[in-house]
């Protein structure tokens, strides 16, 4: 995927979205925060996940929310406390602790112990910065824009062509989320990300509800911004798999011999990159359900799933 045409978005985006989102609703890891539309709470849990695992995260979450409940609760605590506990539960940084403490000040004296609702108010708070405040807006709120880390990058990389650039993934993002449901929707791409679509996929086994229109997955070019490069791609099976399936995304079907010399030149009928060698590629995609085969008056058909 070193040279990148322009991501195409799927025409269906409804049923893209829909997928994805019934695929989320239906079993997700269920940290706390997911349950609550406090935006404090959500804040807290934001901060802590800015440099450690979300499964490490829980038990400090929920012991800061019980000693510290309130945004008014932390503005009173001594600062020294909040550092120290930032510290003994390894949360990285202490000035995001600083910073913390300083948002609930100033929630309290600046906000009436309101927190503002867009991610251009939250951006006025200590230390909360663009991704922060639009993630809190979000989860808290369904008012946000969607939420572009590094699992969602990975995620439209892969699935749609979009080029490894930062507006490039935020535009895609943003296309790719139904109107007014960014509570939902940012969970859902996390989690897709998280879950299935990591750094070594695992599409089958998560049930990625997107595989039916992942261009990596009909490629098997798992290649990502955060994942190295994988070498010989040119002339490569996976190659070929996603020529077969591009091309029978512009024909209804198409026989074998039709099929062949349209996904790689020396193509021969009985030769060695031949029928036997394209059914065997494409019995491949339809074990994954990509591709369907018939047999039609002597000849075998090819097929996209839709």
């Not at 449901?181 to 990625?208: F, H, K, T, Y």
């Not at 009928?269 to 002597?298: C, H, Q, T």
Request: charged content about 30%; glycine content about 6%.
């Amino acid at each position: 995927m070193s040279e990148r045409e322009e991501p195409t978005l799927p025409d269906d985006l409804e049923a893209v979205r829909e997928a994805l989102i019934a695929w989320y609703e239906d079993d997700h890891r269920p940290f706390p925060w997911r349950r609550t539309d406090d935006p404090y709470a959500i804040l807290v849990s934001e901060v802590m996940s800015q440099q450690t695992q979300l499964e490490r995260v829980e038990a400090a979450w929920e012991e800061f929310l019980e000693r510290w409940p309130t945004t008014a609760a932390l503005a009173e605590a001594d600062r020294a406390d909040v550092v120290g506990f930032w510290t003994d539960h390894s949360l990285g940084y202490n000035n995001r602790a600083k910073y913390l403490h300083e948002a609930a000040h100033q929630v309290e004296t600046e906000f009436d112990g309101e927190f503002p609702t867009t991610p251009d108010g939250l951006q006025e708070l200590m230390g909360v910065g663009p991704y922060t405040a639009n993630a809190v807006a979000s989860f808290a709120f369904n008012t946000g824009d969607a939420v572009v880390d590094t699992n969602v990058k990975r995620v439209c990389y892969r699935a749609f062509g979009v080029p490894d650039d930062d507006a490039a993934f935020e535009t895609a993002a943003n296309d790719l989320m139904p109107d007014g449901r960014s509570r939902v929707w940012n969970n859902a791409i996390m989690e897709l990300g998280g879950v299935a679509c990591r750094q070594r996929p695992r599409c089958d086994e998560a049930g990625c509800p997107w595989r039916e229109w992942c261009d990596a997955y009909a490629t098997g070019d798992f290649t990502a911004p955060d994942v190295p490069t994988q070498p010989t791609f040119e002339g490569s099976r996976r190659q070929m798999r996603g020529r077969a399936i591009s091309i029978l995304k512009e024909y209804d079907e198409l026989s074998l011999d039709d099929l062949g010399p349209r996904v790689r030149v020396d193509y021969t009928p009985d030769g060695e990159n031949g029928r036997e060698w394209l059914r065997d590629l494409l019995s491949d995609l339809a074990d994954d359900g990509l591709v369907s085969l018939e047999m039609r008056d002597g000849e075998t058909v090819a097929r996209l799933r839709r």
